[in-house]
């Protein structure tokens, strides 16, 4: 298999790129980030930025050439602001600056990339495009408010996954499109948030990789277009 994982620097996107390589049944592991890894065994780094859409276009027709790919996951994503601002803790705190900026790493971002994916997987044989979603971006389960634009941002990725799933079906028909929650991991977006959480349920990021890769092995084109959790329960839309 050929598989590519676009924030390849993350916590979680390091940890599925380690146990991707780890893989007997995966040749290669396209792994991009904004500051490319160094190449090594069979990992081949990229580059890309979702502040540069030119540079999304360039990494994906690079991978379109190498390819066709078996698995294109989107570990990125963003909780607190590049300024440092934490998540809206009500309805008065929203402003345009900060739900753009969230929209612009949750959802725009991977919609960049969601774009190619028809021309990155494998037609002839079954396809995975995951992308890093999270619970709170379940509508029907928000019960606790707060976190609005992160919450809002998720649940449109969540959406853009669902319009992927249908083309894909369409096109690819043992293909699958689906957002993961991968629990609460030990990460820097997590850092500031992790208080309160029981050490059993603080996952290392080796841990929900491993759980998050596990589940998609279970998947088939009938569950795409959904969100699933690290411990393959469904997430209600
Ligand atoms: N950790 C948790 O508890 C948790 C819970 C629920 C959902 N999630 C989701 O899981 C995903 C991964 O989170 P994480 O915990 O691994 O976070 P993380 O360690 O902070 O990693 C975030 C990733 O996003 C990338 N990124 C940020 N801005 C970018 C941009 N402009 N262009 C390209 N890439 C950009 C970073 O790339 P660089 O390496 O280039 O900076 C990094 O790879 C996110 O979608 C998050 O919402 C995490």
């Known amino acids: 298999m050929q598989v590519a994982v676009f ?6 996107g390091a940890a599925l790129v380690e146990a ?12 991009g ?7 090594r065994g069979k990992i081949a780094p990229f580059a890309f930025d979702y502040a540069d859409e030119d540079s999304v276009v360039a ?8 390819g066709p790919l078996d698995m294109v996951l989107v570990a990125t994503g963003r909780l607190t602001l590049a300024d440092g601002t934490g998540p809206e803790k009500a309805v008065r705190n929203l402003s345009a600056a900060a739900l753009a900026e969230q929209f612009a790493i949750n959802t725009i971002g991977p919609a960049l990339v969601m774009r190619h994916v028809p021309q990155l997987l494998a037609r002839d044989r079954r396809g995975v495009f995951a992308a890093l979603s999270a619970r709170v971006g379940s509508i029907s389960d928000n019960r606790l408010g707060g976190w609005h634009g992160y919450r809002a941002a998720k ?3 969540n959406m853009l996954i669902r319009g ?3 083309e894909l079906a369409r096109s690819h028909p043992r293909a699958l499109a689906v957002g993961l929650h991968p629990g609460t991991v030990a990460t820097d977006l997590s850092a500031p948030f992790q208080r309160g959480v029981p050490a059993e349920r603080l996952f ?8 998050l890769l596990q589940v998609l092995d ?8 959904r969100v699933f959790a690290w411990d393959g329960a469904e997430i209600p839309a």
């Open 7 to 12: 924030g390849a620097r993350g916590g979680i």
């Open 20 to 31: 991707l390589a780890g893989r007997a049944d995966v040749a290669r592991v396209h792994a």
């Open 33 to 39: 980030s904004r500051n490319p890894l160094a190449a």
């Open 59 to 66: 990494a994906c027709t690079a991978l379109a050439a190498a």
């Open 155 to 157: 649940a449109a990725l």
């Open 164 to 166: 992927l799933s249908i």
């Open 204 to 211: 290392t990021p080796a841990h929900a990789a491993a759980a």
């Open 218 to 225: 279970g998947l088939g084109p009938a569950h795409s277009g």
